[in-house]
């Protein structure tokens, strides 16, 4: 079974909804991230937590939101789709305990389409 | 403004030459620097890393050099395999591991 797990894995849209994106990890890391990935521009932090109650904005969080349900859940949520918003999407962890924060572990992805 | 770039989006290898993938920065305050990489339908996997604090760092076929100076890492593959063959994508952060910046990757294709 997959350590970290992103639900759905594809989702198409439409301009105005709202979206949730959920990921869950059975790694036992207390940092969670959500990133974006578009075409050209490489992958980019939305936003990260450290944990349940430690929640941070990244590099483009605007029109975004998230919630740490628990030290192993961390949804993304689009409270207003926009096409702009149609990317791949990538939640990660990493852990402070080993002393290897850096070293990131992905998820497959969510494909979102916004028409 | 992108901090981290990887100016080639593609490179091709002969099956069994290196490969020498490159990345440059502009933060001067980046303290560590990481390699992953990517095959199609796939989150990242990450690859190797190195401290700043150093300038060379290998892990079997995988060599990370760092340039200080010039602000530019690159990675070495000797030698290269057909299942290398994928994105390869590196990434910059601080001491706090807080926030990650990521370059726009290389697709590396290794010609059996």
């Known amino acids: 079974d997959a350590d970290v797990t992103q639900t759905p894995r594809n989702r198409i849209t439409k301009t105005g909804k709202r979206i949730m994106l959920e990921c869950s990890q059975t790694?036992?890391?207390?940092?969670m991230y959500w990133y974006r990935q578009d075409p050209g521009l490489g992958l980019r932090l939305i936003y990260y937590?450290?944990?349940?109650?430690?929640?941070n904005k990244g590099e483009i969080s605007d029109g975004y939101s998230v919630s740490r349900q628990a030290q192993a859940k961390f949804s993304l949520s689009l409270e207003s789709a926009i096409p702009n918003q149609t990317a791949l999407y990538f939640c990660?962890?990493?852990?402070?305990?080993?002393?290897?924060?850096?070293?990131?572990?992905f998820g497959p992805g969510t494909r979102l389409t916004v028409t | 403004d992108q901090q981290v770039k990887q100016n080639s989006p593609s490179l091709s290898v002969q099956e069994g030459r290196i490969s020498i993938l490159n990345c440059d920065y502009t933060?001067?305050?980046?303290?560590?620097f990481l390699w992953y990489k990517k095959y199609p339908a796939e989150g990242p996997t990450f690859l190797i890393s190195?401290?700043?604090?150093?300038d060379k760092n290998e892990d079997g076929r995988f060599t990370v050099f760092l340039n200080k100076s010039a602000k530019h890492l690159s990675l070495h593959i000797v030698p290269s395999q057909p299942g290398d063959s994928a994105v390869y994508f590196c990434?910059?952060?601080?001491?706090?591991?807080?926030?990650?910046?990521f370059g726009t990757g290389t697709s590396l294709t290794v010609i059996p």
């Open positions: 190195i401290s700043s604090i150093k």
């Open positions: 933060n001067s305050m980046f303290d560590y």
């Open positions: 937590s450290f944990d349940v109650k430690d929640i």
């Open positions: 990660a962890t990493s852990d402070t305990g080993t002393g290897k924060v850096y070293e990131q572990y």
């Open positions: 990434a910059a952060t601080s001491l706090t591991g807080n926030q990650f910046y």
């Open positions: 790694k036992g890391h207390d940092r």
